[in-house]
């Protein structure tokens, strides 16, 4: 596609429950970046994927958090037993290579709700 | 811990004048340095950057300057006009973290006619 396809829009899901969001990279970016942004916080970064290396998980906040990224492609985050503070907008980047040298390109992200 | 820490959260200015967003870090191992702008219900989209390399970088109505002995950016918008009503934000990395950015929590700017 175009851009960089991220779903759903939104989620509003209850405590407790886990949850599945999808990003849908630009075709031919090796990279893939997963933040997202807390009420009032900038973006904190979560998880890297690049080419077939290992991702960086650094970010990741906890065990309940887990990405992964199929066949070079689509990459789905899954949050297990969700939490209220896990309530927050999830974005999705892409770019040609390390982010530093090409830039990313964003979604319009997931705006995902722990009532 | 914020490395990249954007002190104003929002700035208000008239149309035409300029605009100036401030930046500060406290990685001295940044060597790339990126602005972002973002509009309601989008992603954030590439505006400008900077390599450690240099302290000025200009493109059309934006020019970004990095002072780093005082580990501090700037962005500067002129003339400001009504589309560049945005958050903007203020991104690092560093050699070590290959590709990952470190961002700030954005200054929302708001132009006025």
């Known amino acids: 596609g175009a851009g960089v396809s991220q779903s759903p829009s939104n989620k509003v899901t209850e405590k407790g429950k886990d949850v599945e969001l999808r990003c849908d990279p630009i075709?031919?970016?090796?990279?893939l970046y997963w933040y997202r942004q807390s009420l009032g916080q900038g973006l904190e970064f979560l998880i890297y994927?690049?080419?077939?290396?290992?991702?960086?998980k650094s970010g990741l906040p906890s065990d309940r958090f887990s990405a992964e990224r199929t066949g070079g492609s689509v990459s789905t985050l899954t949050i297990q037993r969700t939490q209220q503070e896990d309530s927050a907008v999830y974005l999705c980047?892409?770019?040609?290579?390390?982010?530093?040298?090409?830039?990313?390109?964003f979604g319009s992200g997931t705006r995902l709700t722990v009532v | 811990d914020q490395q990249v820490k954007q002190n104003s959260p929002s700035l208000s200015v008239q149309e035409g004048r300029i605009s100036i967003l401030n930046c500060d870090y406290t990685?001295?191992?940044?060597?790339?340095f990126l602005w972002y702008k973002k509009y309601p219900a989008e992603g954030p989209t590439f505006l400008i950057s900077?390599?450690?390399?240099?302290d000025k970088n200009e493109d059309g109505r934006f020019t970004v300057f990095l002072n780093k002995s005082a580990k501090h950016l700037s962005l500067h918008i002129v003339p400001s006009q009504p589309g560049d009503s945005a958050v903007y934000f203020c991104?690092?990395?560093?050699?070590?973290?290959?590709?990952?950015?470190?961002f700030g929590a954005g200054t929302q700017v708001v132009v006025t006619p």
């Open positions: 994927f690049q080419g077939n290396s290992a991702p960086d």
């Open positions: 900077i390599s450690s390399i240099k």
């Open positions: 991104a690092a990395s560093n050699p070590d973290s290959w590709g990952k950015l470190q």
């Open positions: 980047a892409s770019s040609l290579g390390p982010g530093q040298f090409y830039g990313y390109t």
């Open positions: 990685n001295s191992m940044f060597d790339y």
């Open positions: 075709s031919g970016h090796t990279a």
